[in-house]
């Protein structure tokens, strides 16, 4: 296992149950840090997630981020204790008619679809870095990932049916546009059975299968580090780039980068990478 110098970092917002920091210069780790429950998500787990990736999406001195889980799993779902207590008290309250009702859950569900919208919709590119069990709420936060790496004893597992439920934070909505075999999908979804790290990989939902949960974390952030040494400009329009393209037809997403290039175009970046090519030397970038 590689060794990592790891810098504090002041100004993300202060968490709980999830752990920020910088192991290389613009790179950051966002690690989920409940292990004594192996990182399952509460509503306030969910509230941190969102907050953090919203915020390092505007921090400059970020360019690219892992995201890893505390302890024995990456993530083993929803905290059943906590969210279905939740979803009961709202249920169950004589004092609200349907209507009301319905009104609050739209709310609950919202919080938890946005939060994990969030690694998405972050301009940074963010890295799985999975461990053991990934089910439930897990493969749905690593959907909205731009790369997925697991160590070899991985688990995945769509598992919302098993508790009643249509999976409503993203899986469903992602897993097509990530992956090419929309039966094993359907079969998946509808039986909430597990797939190794093996079958992930030759599914398509990982890129990279590891020996072990540290040197999937040490590949993620090789990775993370190779990123962030590239233009800021050109990596974050990819990944803008990327996400329109997955959800607009061909004409309409190349019209968007003709719109988006026409400024973006301009960017010393361009300049820089140019002269360092021609240098043969390593370019540096301003922040953005």
């Given at each position: 296992?590689v060794?990592?110098?790891?810098?504090?970092?002041?100004?993300?917002?202060?968490?709980?149950?999830i752990?920020?920091?910088?192991?290389s210069?613009?790179?950051?780790?966002?690690?989920?840090?409940?292990?004594d429950?192996?990182?399952a998500?509460t509503?306030?787990l969910?509230?941190e997630?969102r907050?953090?990736?919203?915020?390092?999406s505007?921090?400059?001195?970020?360019r690219?981020i892992v995201?890893?889980?505390?302890g024995?799993?990456?993530?083993?779902?929803?905290?059943?204790?906590?969210?279905?207590?939740g979803?009961?008290?709202?249920?169950?309250?004589?004092?609200?008619?349907?209507?009301?009702?319905s009104?609050k859950?739209?709310?609950?569900?919202n919080?938890?679809?946005s939060?994990?919208?969030?690694?998405?919709?972050?301009?940074?590119?963010v890295?799985?870095?999975?461990?053991s069990?990934?089910i439930?709420?897990g493969i749905?936060l690593?959907?909205?990932c731009?790369?997925?790496?697991?160590?070899?004893?991985?688990?995945?597992?769509?598992?919302e049916v098993?508790?009643?439920l249509?999976?409503d934070?993203g899986?469903?909505?992602?897993?097509?546009?990530?992956?090419?075999?929309?039966?094993?999908?359907?079969?998946?979804?509808?039986t909430?059975?597990?797939?190794?790290?093996?079958?992930a990989?030759?599914y398509?939902?990982?890129?990279?299968?590891?020996?072990?949960?540290e040197?999937?974390?040490?590949?993620?952030?090789?990775?993370?580090?190779?990123?962030?040494?590239?233009?800021?400009?050109?990596v974050?329009?990819?990944k803008i780039?990327l996400?329109?393209a997955?959800?607009?037809s061909?004409?309409?997403s190349?019209n968007?980068?003709?719109t988006w290039?026409?400024?973006?175009?301009q960017s010393?970046?361009?300049?820089?990478?140019?002269?360092?090519?021609?240098?043969?030397?390593k370019?540096?970038f301003?922040?953005?």
């Amino acid at each position: 296992m590689v060794t990592h110098h790891v810098r504090s970092v002041s100004t993300v917002p202060k968490c709980n149950f999830i752990d920020v920091s910088s192991p290389s210069e613009h790179v950051f780790h966002v690690q989920l840090n409940r292990p004594d429950r192996r990182n399952a998500f509460t509503l306030e787990l969910w509230k941190e997630l969102r907050a953090v990736f919203d915020h390092l999406s505007t921090y400059s001195k970020c360019r690219s981020i892992v995201l890893s889980g505390a302890g024995k799993s990456f993530c083993a779902g929803i905290d059943l204790q906590d969210g279905v207590q939740g979803l009961m008290a709202i249920i169950q309250d004589q004092d609200m008619d349907v209507a009301r009702k319905s009104r609050k859950l739209r709310d609950l569900i919202n919080a938890c679809q946005s939060s994990f919208s969030a690694p998405e919709k972050c301009v940074k590119p963010v890295i799985g870095a999975i461990h053991s069990h990934c089910i439930g709420a897990g493969i749905n936060l690593v959907a909205s990932c731009d790369i997925r790496y697991a160590s070899s004893d991985s688990i995945f597992s769509i598992r919302e049916v098993d508790i009643g439920l249509a999976a409503d934070v993203g899986i469903l909505n992602r897993i097509n546009k990530l992956v090419g075999n929309d039966s094993l999908t359907r079969e998946l979804a509808y039986t909430a059975r597990d797939i190794n790290a093996s079958q992930a990989l030759q599914y398509g939902l990982v890129s990279r299968v590891f020996d072990t949960k540290e040197s999937c974390f040490d590949a993620s952030l090789e990775l993370a580090k190779e990123i962030a040494s590239k233009s800021p400009i050109a990596v974050q329009g990819s990944k803008i780039a990327l996400n329109y393209a997955r959800d607009h037809s061909v004409d309409d997403s190349i019209n968007f980068l003709l719109t988006w290039n026409q400024s973006q175009l301009q960017s010393e970046d361009l300049v820089k990478s140019a002269m360092a090519a021609m240098s043969k030397q390593k370019p540096e970038f301003k922040d953005v």
